[in-house]
């Protein structure tokens, strides 16, 4: 069945760096879509982030807009979200999620086809 599996988090002290890694089993990344959502206990889940099929698009929430980079490597089946400069307001839980098509086309809503299960990013000293 396809997978998509979240790793990378953890705590890290305001003003540090995190990567996070996303990456899929049973589909092939390249002909999908990839966008990264964060979520904290009692907010709406947020759209951060989404990168198109061949990563020649990307594009950010305001809120992280050149503090945080999205990549992917398609030979390898992942997806990268670079986060610098964190801030307490960035603790949440992160997805990334898959679509199928080129574009990263309302990306976001929740229309993904595929959603990894999360993975907690706390920033606190």
């Known amino acids: 069945q396809p997978q998509l599996v979240e790793s990378g988090g953890g705590l890290v002290q305001p003003g540090g760096s995190v990567r996070l890694s996303c990456v899929a089993s049973?589909?092939?990344?390249?002909?999908?879509?990839v966008g990264w959502f964060r979520q904290a206990p009692g907010k709406e889940r947020e759209g951060v982030s989404c990168i198109s099929s061949n990563g020649d698009s990307t594009t950010y929430a305001d809120s992280v807009k050149g503090r945080f980079t999205i990549s992917r490597d398609n030979a390898k089946n992942m997806v990268y979200l670079q986060m610098n400069s964190l801030n307490p307001e960035d603790t949440a839980i992160y997805y990334c999620a898959a679509k199928f098509g080129r574009a990263c086309v309302s990306w976001r809503g929740r229309t993904y086809d595929y959603w990894g299960q999360g993975t907690q990013v706390a920033v606190s000293s």
């Open positions: 049973g589909i092939r990344l390249n002909f999908h879509s």
